[in-house]
């Protein structure tokens, strides 16, 4: 048997692993297949399950597999509902304005104002203190500053600026949004910070060579430059605000809610289905809005 030159046994074994070579575009799926599994089994299939439960009907005890549609007629063709969404809106709003304008301040400091690499990181990390507490207790610590006998209202009163205490500072709108934007602050921060720390400074001194003034800079560089992190920023804050009920509640006493905490108060009457119909109309509220920030604004580059 006449035996194979080397050169006969390369061209063998590069024709086998041609043959077993998959297609590029199959490679492409099987690296994407874990994330998606992951994804479609903690993320899809969850939003899916609520939006079958939706269609359920349900009685004082339990739930009853059906396909009904009067749990988003009650959804959708109360007042009150609309008025508890209004409020949501209403909280949001002021949050995010709020965090903006304090976030982008902040970040801006810390990114041009402060010259070493060391003391932008340390300062940073200062930020990040008081998140590394409980949500809760960051929201509660605000009830003896702002209560009838509080810190604010005892100094004032003793300072001989107001003859009695302010009743609005605790169990308010304005108790709940303060509460929220010392909550939600880091989140707006920190993605403007890290777009503004990408900016390359010789664009700031070329404009100032130019003849431009800190003002000209910052509204024609600066802001348009840092878009795509109050962007992000933005979608943080949104979406934390629109599902917070804990804060609504225990900040305005009660005598304020949110969409989140009527879904709450369903759930604690066993009213499951109705709580999904609100979910799913309040998912669907939140991606409108996301998809009208990603409209106006290309993040791509940021993530």
């Not at 939706?54 to 549609?69: C, E, K, L, Q």
């Not at 809106?89 to 810390?110: E, N, Q, S």
């Amino acid at each position: 048997m006449a035996t194979m030159t080397s050169s006969e046994t390369e061209k063998i074994e590069s024709t086998g692993a041609k043959s077993l070579r998959l297609p590029s575009g199959l490679i492409s799926y099987l690296q994407a297949a874990p994330l998606a599994a992951i994804l479609g089994a903690f993320l899809l299939v969850p939003i899916l399950m609520i939006a079958v439960v939706s269609f359920w009907d349900y009685d004082f005890a339990r739930m009853y597999p059906d396909f009904v549609t009067f749990n988003y007629a009650e959804t959708l063709g109360s007042w009150v509902t609309w008025k508890i969404y209004l409020n949501t809106l209403k909280f949001a709003l002021l949050v995010w304005a709020i965090t903006l304008f304090v976030g982008f301040w902040v970040a801006y400091f810390l990114a041009f104002h402060i010259r070493t690499s060391a003391m932008q990181m340390v300062l940073f990390l200062v930020c990040t203190v008081p998140f590394l507490t409980s949500n809760i207790i960051r929201m509660i610590s605000w009830i003896p500053v702002l209560g009838r006998n509080g810190l604010v209202n005892t100094t004032l009163i003793d300072a001989g600026i107001i003859p009695q205490p302010i009743e609005w500072l605790l169990y308010s709108d304005f108790a709940v949004v303060l509460a929220m934007v010392h909550l939600y602050a880091l989140f707006m921060v920190t993605p403007i910070f890290n777009t503004l720390m990408r900016i390359d400074h010789s664009l700031i001194e070329a404009a100032r060579d130019a003849g431009a003034s800190g003002w000209q800079v910052l509204v024609n560089i600066i802001i348009p430059l840092a878009k795509p992190g109050m962007a992000i920023g933005t979608i943080f804050v949104v979406t934390l605000v629109m599902a917070d009920f804990s804060t609504v509640q225990v900040m305005s006493g009660g005598q304020s809610a949110s969409i989140a905490l009527m879904m709450r108060n369903q759930m604690s009457l066993l009213q499951y289905p109705a709580a999904a119909a609100n979910a799913v109309v309040l998912l669907v509220l939140v991606l409108l809005m996301v998809a009208g920030i990603l409209r106006i604004v290309d993040i791509r580059k940021e993530l």
